[in-house]
């Protein structure tokens, strides 16, 4: 919500004399304004910022078996270590606890990926945001959702994701929000198991005292 002043010349104010009004109004900061997003969804910190990342669903199975997932995060590109941040199945969900929460300096990368196990333990490929690849995307506030899962065209969306869907099929965040939509099975999209909807996590991007 914006912010802002606004002084009268209280000499002015008085009949007949049009008073001069000055006003100053403050907008939020979207989160353009802290983080360059690229074509693959990787982020560059703008500014000094607290991030928080925070698990808010996973829906991975195969028929009514439900698999686990893994998310990781790296901070600060190529050379740093990958931070294991997630792993479980739908019931180990907890979207009110972040699984990341930590400062993170101004022209710093932030790589996301995430992965799921298929029924013999073994697991499928890394899906992550370092390729072209629409097996991770991510969506700020007031952004349509992929055209390449059908899913969210048709309405088969998860529960936990439909607090962050609009009727006209488009994110529903904060200004300062990101929500990452993995695909963990299928590299196919368009088809019926191409739905973006495995793994989903919501990033924060907080202001710094």
Same mark, same amino acid.
């Given at each position: 919500?914006?912010?802002?002043t606004?002084n009268?010349?209280q000499?002015m @104010?008085?009949d007949?004399v049009?008073?001069?009004?000055?006003?100053?109004?403050s907008?939020?900061?979207?989160?353009?304004?802290?983080?360059?997003i690229?074509?693959?969804s990787?982020?560059? =910190?703008k500014k000094?910022?607290?991030v928080?990342?925070?698990?808010?669903? @996973?829906?991975f199975?195969?028929?009514?078996?439900?698999?686990?997932?893994? /998310?990781?995060?790296?901070?600060?590109?190529g050379?740093?270590?990958?931070?294991?941040? *997630?792993?479980g199945?739908? #019931?180990?969900?907890?979207?009110? @606890?972040? @699984? /990341?929460d930590e400062?993170?300096?101004?022209?710093?990368?932030?790589d996301f990926?995430a992965?799921?196990?298929?029924?013999?333990?073994s697991?499928?490929s890394?899906?992550?945001?370092?390729d072209? =690849?629409?097996?991770?995307?991510?969506?700020?506030?007031?952004?349509?959702f992929?055209?390449?899962a059908?899913?969210?065209?048709?309405?088969?969306?998860e529960? /936990?994701?439909?607090g962050?869907?609009?009727? #006209?099929n488009?994110?529903?965040l904060?200004p300062?929000?990101?929500?990452?939509? /993995?695909e963990?099975y299928?590299t196919?999209?368009?088809?019926?198991?191409?739905?973006?909807q495995?793994?989903?996590?919501v990033?924060? *991007?907080?202001?710094?005292?």
């Amino acid at each position: 919500m914006p912010v802002g002043t606004l002084n009268v010349n209280q000499a002015m @104010v008085r009949d007949g004399v049009k008073p001069q009004l000055d006003w100053n109004i403050s907008y939020p900061e979207t989160v353009t304004d802290i983080v360059d997003i690229d074509p693959r969804s990787k982020v560059t =910190t703008k500014k000094r910022t607290r991030v928080q990342m925070r698990v808010v669903g @996973v829906a991975f199975q195969s028929g009514p078996t439900h698999l686990p997932c893994a /998310f990781w995060a790296r901070i600060g590109g190529g050379g740093n270590a990958w931070q294991s941040l *997630f792993y479980g199945k739908y #019931d180990a969900v907890n979207p009110d @606890v972040p @699984v /990341f929460d930590e400062v993170v300096e101004a022209n710093t990368e932030i790589d996301f990926a995430a992965r799921g196990r298929t029924a013999s333990g073994s697991w499928y490929s890394v899906r992550w945001s370092l390729d072209n =690849t629409p097996t991770c995307m991510a969506c700020k506030n007031g952004d349509a959702f992929p055209d390449v899962a059908p899913a969210y065209d048709q309405g088969s969306i998860e529960s /936990f994701l439909s607090g962050y869907v609009s009727d #006209d099929n488009r994110a529903v965040l904060g200004p300062r929000d990101l929500i990452y939509l /993995f695909e963990c099975y299928s590299t196919t999209p368009g088809s019926r198991a191409f739905d973006l909807q495995d793994v989903v996590v919501v990033v924060t *991007f907080h202001d710094v005292d």
